[in-house]
């Protein structure tokens, strides 16, 4: 398997615009994970899926953050409009479930950079 | 709430040392702990995955450790390289409920072995 793949890997945009971050995690896994990482904060999950459902969502930021999963392969973060705060790595990560392998593994990201 | 420390932030050897980086839980609730290495730029790497039964977890140089009661764990690194240069990151999975996809991670230790 190539592991999660996420896209674009960078994204510059301006204050305001929307943005779409997208995420295929690994096939049969069950679990699949949106986390953000800045300097100040470190990662932070902000929502996972378990089978396509949103489980826990109390990460999320604002409602200007909205996160999606239409199938088991396909996940997409948005955020309507963007400002500069959220100028950070947006990470995926997909995981089996916890009856199995738990191990997590992570997509190589998307730098985000709104101006 | 689950805080997880890592201690100590950065640490600078020469190659060849061997060397311990300590991560801290305040809950012993967990599922299992795991270790991942970030290189700068990437994404971040599965090291060593410890199931909560688990006492420690060895693979090639590495060996990581778990006491859950007391909420450590270490990561032993044998033989340091300057390839093991990187941040080193540990997360903690709870055990159930809505908050098992909950992988909470420390700030980090970022290692540098000098040649």
């Known amino acids: 398997d190539a592991g999660v793949i996420q896209s674009p890997r960078h994204e510059v945009t301006e204050m305001g615009q929307e943005v779409t971050l997208r995420c295929k995690p690994i096939?049969?896994?069950?679990?699949l994970f949106w986390y953000r990482q800045t300097m100040m904060r470190g990662l932070e999950l902000l929502i996972y899926?378990?089978?396509?459902?949103?489980?826990?969502d109390s990460g999320m930021p604002e409602d200007r953050f909205s996160a999606k999963m239409p199938n088991a392969s396909f996940s997409t973060l948005k955020i309507q409009p963007s400002e500069p705060r959220d100028s950070a790595v947006y990470f995926c990560?997909?995981?089996?479930?916890?009856?199995?392998?738990?191990?997590?593994?992570f997509g190589q990201g998307t730098r985000l950079t709104v101006v | 709430k689950q805080e997880v420390t890592q201690i100590p932030a950065a640490l600078s050897v020469p190659e060849g040392e061997n060397l311990v980086l300590n991560c801290s839980f305040t809950?012993?609730?967990?599922?299992?702990l795991q270790w991942f290495r970030q290189d700068p730029g990437k994404g971040l790497t599965s090291l060593l995955l410890?199931?909560?039964?688990?006492r420690e977890q060895t693979s090639g140089r590495l060996n990581a450790s778990l006491d859950k009661s007391s909420g450590r764990s270490t990561l032993y690194i044998a033989a340091s390289q300057p390839g093991d240069s990187a941040t080193y990151l540990c997360?903690?999975?709870?055990?159930?409920?809505?908050?098992?996809?909950?992988?909470?991670f420390g700030q980090g230790t970022i290692l540098t072995v000098h040649p």
């Open positions: 990560a997909s995981s089996r479930d916890r009856l199995m392998n738990t191990e997590a593994f």
């Open positions: 096939s049969g896994h069950d679990y």
């Open positions: 899926f378990n089978n396509n459902v949103p489980i826990d």
């Open positions: 809950d012993s609730a967990i599922y299992n």
């Open positions: 410890i199931q909560s039964s688990q």
């Open positions: 997360a903690v999975r709870p055990t159930g409920g809505t908050s098992y996809g909950k992988l909470t």
